[in-house]
């Protein structure tokens, strides 16, 4: 083992020295030719390239028939603190940011513009619409219940969602709030 891993550094390393000169066709090599099974050349640059690990997951079909802007937003200030009170009747203790909590009915509201992972969480899922633009509902529980709209259909945007989740520790419809603020804020985010 020593040996052959002895031999593989050496032939590593025997060619790292560099090679001086430019590159050209030989003139007398026979013109390339495409193999005998080939009737059409592949126009698709995917098999050639790696998938990027830091591309976001795609949910399956996505239909997008308003696109959003998904670039310069306030991840976490979509919606303020009148809105989740109107949605709840509760009344906020927070003027703004990620996370809303409510007294009367006690609940806790998370709000973001994100990545999609309806496909790694737990509960029943529910293909839906917001504004002609595909999202999902996700009910871990009757206390809990999340609603992701897409924003874009472009592969290369980072955060392609926004996303509303609610849970209620009193009595409270989460799916009804969780849609009617997942509305709210699609609405409001610029058209791209």
């Known amino acids: 083992m020593c040996l052959s891993l002895g031999l593989t550094l050496a032939a ?9 000169g430019s590159a050209s066709a030989d003139p007398n090599a026979a013109p390339a030719t495409a193999p005998a099974t080939s009737k059409k050349p592949s126009t698709s640059t995917s098999a050639s390239k790696p998938a ?8 399956g079909d996505v239909k997008i ?10 991840t976490c200030g979509v919606l303020k603190a009148a809105d989740i009170e109107a949605a709840t009747g509760g009344k906020s203790s927070a003027d703004g940011g990620c996370i809303h909590s409510t007294t009367g009915p006690s609940t806790v509201i998370t709000q973001m513009v994100t990545v999609p992972e309806v496909a790694d969480q737990e509960g029943e899922k529910k293909k839906i619409e917001i504004g002609g633009n595909t999202a999902w509902q996700v009910s871990a529980s009757k206390e809990d219940c999340q609603v992701t709209v897409m924003l874009t259909d472009d592969p290369t945007a980072i955060t392609p969602a926004f996303s509303v989740s609610v849970l209620a520790i009193e009595e409270l419809d989460t799916c009804a709030t969780a849609l009617k603020l997942a509305t709210q804020g699609f609405d409001r985010i610029p058209n791209a």
């Open 65 to 74: 028939t308003t696109k959003k802007k998904v670039t310069g937003l306030e």
């Open 12 to 20: 590593v390393t025997g060619c790292s020295e560099q090679v001086k």
């Open 52 to 59: 990027d690990p830091t591309a976001p997951k795609q949910q």
